[in-house]
């Protein structure tokens, strides 16, 4: 799997073209939606070591807020690579655990088998110290703009971690309508698989780096 800053792959496709390929490759069986989320997972650490070589040199301390959707699935597999890497991982979730679409579910429940999820009240707390803050909150599903409970928590974040979206900026539609910028995760460097979204070329000289994992799409 390569990562890199294009990905050697210059497309642009919106979030429906984005779903309606990913729909096609399962449909096809060509591959499952589970393996897609672990090479997407394993594509956001690709893509941290290749940012920031030392970041993932010496274990430290991960948080990772997974929202109700497959963008939280891969928080999930995140999770769960980072902790067999030797970090010290707090995974916290927004919204009900038990109903996730199920390759999420699958994930969640392959992480609860060796680590806790947090509720999301407790999501500040939980930053605390953190030299590494996962966004898995919102990929390319939100659909209408943070409630302030997920809004707030988005300003709390650590200026001082890694700060690291997967997919796209929480708080931000992935077709490139800001919704509402400022309450948007403050990555730092935003993954996204197979190719850019909109909203990736609108950020492109806002300072955050992105990086597209090839998922074998
Ligand atoms: N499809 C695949 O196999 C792969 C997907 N990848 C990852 O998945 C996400 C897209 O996942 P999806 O579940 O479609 O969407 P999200 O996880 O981004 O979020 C959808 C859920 O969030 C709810 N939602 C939307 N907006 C809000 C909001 N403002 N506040 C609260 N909740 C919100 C939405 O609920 P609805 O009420 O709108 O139904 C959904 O529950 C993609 O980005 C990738 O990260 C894998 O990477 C590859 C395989
Ligand atoms: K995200």
Redesign the pocket.
């Known amino acids: 799997m390569k990562t890199s800053a294009t990905g050697g792959n210059d497309e642009i496709l919106t979030a429906a073209q984005m779903q309606a390929l990913e729909k096609q490759a399962m449909a096809s069986g060509m591959v499952t939606g589970i393996a897609l989320m672990e090479r997407a997972g394993e594509g956001v650490l690709q893509a941290i070591s290749r940012q920031w070589p030392d970041v993932l040199a010496a274990p430290g301390r991960a948080c990772i807020l997974c929202g109700p959707g497959n963008?939280g699935g891969d928080g999930y597999v995140i999770a769960r690579l980072l902790q067999g890497q030797g970090w010290a991982v707090t995974v916290v979730a927004l919204g009900a655990t038990d109903r996730l679409p199920p390759d999420a579910q699958t994930n969640h429940d392959r992480w609860t088998a060796r680590g806790e999820v947090m509720p999301w009240p407790e999501a500040a707390s939980a930053m605390e110290g953190a030299d590494l803050v996962i966004?898995?909150?919102?990929?390319i599903g939100l659909t209408r703009p943070l409630s302030p409970a997920v809004a707030r928590v988005m300003d709390q974040v650590p200026r001082k971690a890694r700060r690291v979206?997967?997919?796209?900026?929480?708080g931000i539609l992935a077709d490139g309508q800001t919704l509402t910028r400022d309450a948007a995760?403050p990555a730092e460097l935003a993954v996204t698989f197979h190719c850019r979204k909109p909203v990736h070329v609108a950020l492109a000289d806002s300072g955050m780096a992105v990086a597209i994992a090839d998922i074998g799409l």
């Open positions: 963008n966004d898995a909150v919102f990929g979206s997967v997919d796209v900026p929480s995760f």
